[in-house]
Structures are given as C-alpha cells and as structure tokens.
C-alpha cells in the first residue's frame, strides 16, 4: 500500500492576511510502473527563483516528471519499494521514460536505477532504510538522515522487506563538469631588443 501524504497549503485572503487554502492528501501521486510500488507524490514546484507567493494555484498540480524547470524547484514525496519487489521487472528500465528523463539514466550500469540529473537535491527519510549508491561507495541512510545529491550518478536501492519514504526537494542547477579546465597561463612580455650603439 502505497503511502498517502497530507499536505497543507497556506495563501493569502482577500485582505492580505494568511489563511490555510487547502488541507487534505495530496492528489498527485503516480505509481511509476503499475503494481512497481515505486511511487511519486508531488507537493510543489516553482518556475523561477524568486519564486512568486501569489494567487491560490496549486503548483502541486502538474505532469509528474522527475527534474524540475529551469531556474525552479519540486518538493516530492518519494516511496521505493523493496528491491526483490520490483528490480528483476522486464519493465525496471523504465521508470525515467515514465518521469519524462529518459535521458538521465547511466545506460551502462547493470543497476536499472544509476542515473544523474542536472539538480541539487535535498533528500530526508522518513521511513524505512536506504542505500545511497555512488560511482564510488555506497552508504546506508536511516529516518531522519539527510543526503544532499549535487550532480553525481547515483542510484538507491531498499535491501530489505520494508519501503522506504523520503522527502525531496531537487533544485535545477548547472550541469557538472568533470573536464578539468587547465588554468590560464600568462604570456611573459617579450623583451625588448637593445639598440646598438
């Protein structure tokens, strides 16, 4: 059973003053791959940075893509299931075409989930155990642990019998060089020639 999310919203009324605009679960959640139990609640997202406070549009309201536009933010709930649940799945591949990135996974990993995105992430986990897994190391993430993902490939994987849930916010960022740049060398003045006398 996929776990369901309360989200409040706040606003403004129309004399300024703060006011609670919506309370209830939040309906945009899409299960990436029927019966996967991969599944993804979105919260918000903004368009641009600032981002603006106004009217009583939901910005949770949108097609459930994995990166958030340029220059914005998503705020998303995420579950994984456990990895004998849905790993060995012919469709396991599958997931980033169904979150419209079909260009971020690593296509020469053996691991269906090693991908990289152009965002920082802030990650929480609310529930449940996680792997994060690098190029280089792997570490266990445990509820209340933070992971802050800055463009690396990485991927996650639940090892045990439980989901796990987290709270994520991906921030759009630039995209990560792994060219180093030589840096600048000055030109020494050429000398003067001396004038014979």
Known sequence: ??????????????????????DGLAPN???????SG?????LWETSAAPASNEGHGDAGNRAVRLEPPKNGTVFRIVEFPPDSQWQNRADSRKWAEALEAGHVPDRGSSDPMMHKT???????????????????????????????QRGTNHSWSVRGSEPCVIAVVLVDAKPFSS???????KKKPAKKAKKRK
Do not use: C
């Open 118 to 148: 152009n965002t920082v992430d802030y990650i929480v986990v609310l529930k449940g155990q996680l792997y994060a897994i690098l190029d280089n190391g792997e570490t266990l993430l445990r509820p209340g642990d933070v992971f802050v």
């Open 38 to 42: 991969l599944a993804i609640t979105e």
């Open 29 to 35: 959640m899409k299960e990436v791959g029927a019966g």
């Open 179 to 185: 060219v180093k740049k030589k840096p600048a060398t």
């Open 1 to 22: 059973m996929i776990w369901r999310v309360r989200r409040v919203l706040t606003g403004h009324d129309s004399e300024g003053s703060s006011t609670i605009i919506a």
